[in-house]
């Protein structure tokens, strides 16, 4: 059955991968990228190589949520429903930034704006609908700062990813709770260690140089997408939902990742930085 997928931050990496294959196996794709130029020509790309014309671009820039709330009105307009939801777009950067509505970026594009569009998106998503997040091994190392959630005192990147990377794990355990009997399921993913555009952007050459060295180590974007695409298209993980997956499995994520008090911490939390945007 053909499906409607949205995609966030698919005009490169493992995002452009997913949505390329997804498209070839003739899928209604919604490409949602933040910059129209480097949208448009990925999304020209995908249909050149597939076929297939239902291949989507909209706008959207999830440091901004005054943006996401645009993009889900416009994207409500225009489809009305989904079937599949891919919170994949995502940022590393090793200088501190803030995010237009004052939170620390990594917090507000890797989890607090994925959050509010799910939320905001989840009316449309029709029964035996699916939700996929992308976290990342470095949640390991995680914490959810609540005393210094963005970091002013004590930044580095792996932090500020991490922390971002497990809050969507914590997010996704509960969310499947509470979409239990309705039909969606809601997982995320390690995609791996890819090479992709992920940090690209940041000016400390040496980093950008050591990451240049250890090409080899990295795996392709195609791969990354594997375990996305699975998620997406087979019939064994129907019925599996708060999971987190690694190559095609069910894994174990962190112990903190499992903690309910944090949990429910987070969430309510969310629930009120959000507040006026939900
Ligand atoms: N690469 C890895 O080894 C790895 C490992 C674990 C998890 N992941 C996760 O996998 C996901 C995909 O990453 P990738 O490796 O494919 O990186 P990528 O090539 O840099 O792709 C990231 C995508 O997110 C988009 N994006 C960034 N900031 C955005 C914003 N403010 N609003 C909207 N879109 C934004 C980017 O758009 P632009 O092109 O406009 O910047 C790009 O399309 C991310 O969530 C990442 O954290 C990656």
Known sequence: MSKVIVITGSNSGIGKET???????????????????RGKKAQEEIIQITGNENVYLMICDLSSFDSVKRFSEEFRNQFGYLDVLINNAGTMTYEREVAKDGFELHFQVNYLSPFLLTNLLLDCIRPNGRIINLSSMAHRTGNIYFNDINLE?????LKAYAQAKLAIILFTHSLAKQLKDKNITVNCVHPGVIISNLGIYNDKKVLRRILQRLKWMFSSPKKGAETVIYLVDADEVSNITGEYFYHKRVRKSSILSYDEEIEKKLWDKTLEWLSPWL
């Not at 997804?22 to 130029?37: D, F, P, Q, S």
């Open 19 to 37: 949505a390329l294959e997804l498209a070839k196996r003739g899928h209604t794709i919604v490409m949602v990228c933040r910059n129209e130029e």
């Open 153 to 157: 005192k004590d930044f580095s990147m």
